[in-house]
């Protein structure tokens, strides 16, 4: 059974860093895509995101490259968010997803708040 659990979310003043982490099991990590998304309140889901499996090719939202940055450890099953110079507009829930075999598989979220 896939399973996705996301940690690390917090309270953060703007400027400030912060690092998610999602530890996936319930299925070989390392053949598959990973990635973030966030839903801010009253908004759409969108995708921050996503790394492949094999090379590890990523690619990210405009509003958040070269602030964030993705990466996988396949040894711990585990994908991480770090993110910089977090804005107020960075505020929201933060998923992770992985798409096994074509599903999508999610995580319960965790909340990212920018604030001062």
């Known amino acids: 059974q896939v399973q996705i659990v996301e940690s690390g979310g917090a309270l953060v003043q703007p400027g400030g860093s912060l690092r998610l982490s999602c530890a996936a099991s319930?299925?070989?990590?390392?053949?598959?895509?990973m990635s973030w998304y966030r839903q801010a309140p009253g908004k759409e889901r969108e995708m921050v995101a996503i790394?492949?499996?094999?090379?590890?090719?990523?690619h990210y939202a405009e509003s958040v490259a070269g602030r964030f940055t993705i990466s996988r450890d396949n040894a711990k099953n585990t994908v991480y968010l770090q993110m910089h110079s977090l804005k107020p507009e960075d505020t929201a829930v933060y998923y992770c997803k992985a798409t096994v075999a074509r599903v999508d598989y999610w995580g319960q979220g965790t909340q990212v708040t920018v604030s001062s």
């Open positions: 790394i492949t499996s094999a090379n590890g090719i990523t």
């Open positions: 319930g299925f070989t990590f390392s053949k598959y895509w």
